[in-house]
T-cell receptor, first 114, second 112 residues
Framework: DAGVIQSPRHEVTEMGQEVTLRCKPI?????LFWYRQTMMRGLELLIY????????DSGMPEDRFSAKMPNASFSTLKIQPSEPRDSAVYFC????????????FGSGTRLTVV | DAKTTQPTSMDCAEGRAANLPCNHS???????VYWYRQIHSQGPQYIIH???NNETNEMASLIITEDRKSSTLILPHATLRDTAVYYC?????????????FGTGTRLKVLA
């Protein structure tokens, strides 16, 4: 099992550019979560999906952020246009629909917007 | 969702037991207690969870008080690799997806 795979690991972009972060969940997991982590705000839940359907996007900071899950094996988080305050580590996690199992997190994407 | 309170930081000598407390005084009867840890620069890692009974696995033990208002995560023989931020989270039972809200956690430093 390769775990949750995120790409890229690091992204440096200029302010105003579009950024796309990618996530491949564990096969058989039907829930997917996007988190953002900064020193100031800690780990924040941005959005989560169940069976490819967005369930709660109340954590998405503003309209510049969007997330999609076109199928069970792929999700994207897009920021357009990016701003320096978007600099953070973005984590993707997946889980099964049961309290018996915890989340499995990916290694994260470190985004720097200059 | 119930909130949790954890000490900001703790130190532990290598080889000794690390006991990390968590207060969740407003926990409901249908909420689990989960523990995760985050080693620097990595994604959080699941450790253990429980409802009302004590639990043990290869990583740690979880002791939940009888009134369920607090719990303690025990790492029986801490090593330098256990240095991390430890998060205690309460999650409601029920069908469907379980949403985790992370607090600030306890920064555990294991000393040589």
């Amino acid at each position: 099992d390769a775990g949750v795979i995120q790409s890229p690991r690091h992204e440096v972009t200029e302010m105003g550019q579009e950024v796309t972060l990618r996530c491949k969940p564990i096969s058989g997991h039907n829930s997917l979560f996007w988190y953002r982590q900064t020193m100031m705000r800690g780990l924040e839940l941005l959005i989560y999906f169940n069976n490819n359907v967005p369930i709660d996007d109340s954590g998405m900071p503003e309209d510049r952020f969007s997330a999609k899950m076109p199928n069970a094996s792929f999700s994207t988080l897009k920021i357009q246009p990016s701003e320096p305050r978007d600099s953070a580590v973005y984590f993707c996690a997946s889980s099964r629909d049961s309290p018996t199992y915890g989340y499995t997190f990916g290694s994260g994407t470190r985004l720097t917007v200059v | 969702d119930a909130k949790t309170t954890q000490p900001t930081s703790m130190d532990c000598a290598e080889g000794r037991a690390a006991n990390l407390p968590c207060n969740h005084s407003t926990i409901s009867g249908n909420e689990y207690v989960y523990w995760y840890r985050q080693i620097h620069s990595q994604g959080p890692q699941y450790i253990i969870h429980g409802l009302k009974n004590n639990e043990t696995n290869e990583m740690a033990s979880l002791i939940i008080t009888e009134d369920r208002k607090s719990s303690t995560l025990i790492l029986p023989h801490a090593t330098l690799r256990d240095t991390a931020v430890y998060y205690c989270i309460v999650v409601p039972l029920g069908s469907g997806t379980y949403k985790y809200i992370f607090g600030t956690g306890t920064r555990l430093k294991v000393l040589a």
